[in-house]
């Protein structure tokens, strides 16, 4: 018989790494899809099409979510690889969505449905890039904490996907777009 090896003990702040990037998901999706991308698109299509291209920027966005959630949840669930199930993915993801916010300061700059077009492909990537981080982030609490504990770590969840993020937005990232500073909110947002 093989002798049970005790799981490492969890402390109060493994509960919020474990779920750190929840906060991040949420207030990347509150700031691009609730401030930017429809403050961006009325900016390049103007007060009477921004309805009709905003639904479909939103539309390709949420497929392709759909899709690349999945995708990689079922890729993160089998694999094997040195650094573990989840975080490759996670870091992953996290790094290109970095890289498309920061992007999302010069596309601002740009005009027209030229300027439509590329906030397109740029938010298609940054819901693709958002999806592999969240896939690998979804395993983390099943794989990482003891039965008895899965309370505590969905409180903790909870906290950081849903009041915190709202507050922060609300107190300083709005503002900023509000004044025009955009640059700002989005430097902050990373």
Do not use: C
């Not at 093989?2 to 702040?13: F, G, N, R, S, V």
């Not at 996290?94 to 030229?114: S, Y």
């Amino acid at each position: 018989m093989q002798a049970e090896t005790a799981a490492p003990k969890l402390h109060w702040y493994h509960y919020i790494l474990i779920n750190s990037n929840w906060f991040a998901l949420t207030l990347r999706s509150q700031v691009l899809a609730g401030l930017v991308v429809p403050l961006l698109v009325q900016g390049y299509v103007g007060d009477a099409q921004k309805g009709t291209y905003y639904g479909t920027i939103r539309l390709w966005a949420l497929m392709v979510a759909l899709l690349t959630q999945a995708f990689w949840g079922l890729v993160s669930d089998h694999s094997r690889l040195k650094w573990g199930r989840r975080r490759p993915f996670i870091l992953l993801g996290t790094l290109v969505e970095v890289f498309v916010i920061l992007g999302m300061i010069w596309i601002a700059r740009l005009e027209g449905l030229t300027g439509y077009g590329v906030l397109l492909a740029a938010y298609l990537l940054s819901m693709a890039s958002s999806n592999m981080s969240q896939a690998g982030t979804q395993g983390l609490i099943p794989d990482l904490v003891p039965q008895e504990k899965r309370g505590i770590a969905s409180g903790i969840k909870m906290l950081l996907e849903v009041p915190l993020p709202l507050i922060l937005v609300g107190l300083a990232i709005a503002p900023l777009v509000s004044q025009g500073k955009l640059p700002a909110a989005l430097v902050v947002t990373i």
